[in-house]
């Protein structure tokens, strides 16, 4: 699921987006962020915002059809959604991502992971490495 507020409708967005929906992600966005997805050759799902109607983000949560959810809200309105989308996450154990920074980190470390390349260190180890 994505929902972005209108400052973040932009090239950094549809990069990362695009990379989830390379990963084998489908995307389920609210009507402004999927019409923007759309009009830029990205498949997306309409879904209602949490005081629009039904089904709505949460009810997705609830039904298990929600894996990640990536929402960076802006504004009163925006805030009463995070706030029961993040509750409907935590409760369904849901990813749950409100920068855009993390949601790039995110979709890097998945696709490391798939590759096989995803490992542990150190923060000492990695500081051995750059020096």
């Given at each position: 699921f994505i929902s972005v507020n209108d400052s973040d409708k932009n090239d950094i967005t549809l990069g990362i987006v695009r990379e989830f929906a390379k990963l084998g992600f489908s995307v389920v966005a609210t009507e402004g962020t999927a019409k923007f997805l759309n009009s830029n050759g990205i498949k997306s799902e309409t879904v209602y915002k949490v005081g629009e109607g039904r089904p709505n983000v949460v009810d997705l949560i609830k039904?298990?059809?929600?894996?990640?959810?990536?929402?960076?809200?802006?504004?009163?309105?925006?805030?009463?959604?995070?706030?029961?989308?993040?509750w409907a996450a935590i409760e369904h154990k849901v990813a749950f991502i409100t920068t855009l920074s993390a949601a790039s980190s995110a979709v890097k470390g998945i696709q490391k992971q798939k590759e096989g390349e995803l490992g542990v260190k150190s923060v000492q180890e990695y500081l051995a490495e750059m020096t």
């Amino acid at each position: 699921f994505i929902s972005v507020n209108d400052s973040d409708k932009n090239d950094i967005t549809l990069g990362i987006v695009r990379e989830f929906a390379k990963l084998g992600f489908s995307v389920v966005a609210t009507e402004g962020t999927a019409k923007f997805l759309n009009s830029n050759g990205i498949k997306s799902e309409t879904v209602y915002k949490v005081g629009e109607g039904r089904p709505n983000v949460v009810d997705l949560i609830k039904n298990g059809k929600i894996q990640l959810i990536v929402n960076t809200p802006m504004g009163e309105v925006s805030r009463y959604d995070e706030y029961a989308i993040g509750w409907a996450a935590i409760e369904h154990k849901v990813a749950f991502i409100t920068t855009l920074s993390a949601a790039s980190s995110a979709v890097k470390g998945i696709q490391k992971q798939k590759e096989g390349e995803l490992g542990v260190k150190s923060v000492q180890e990695y500081l051995a490495e750059m020096t």
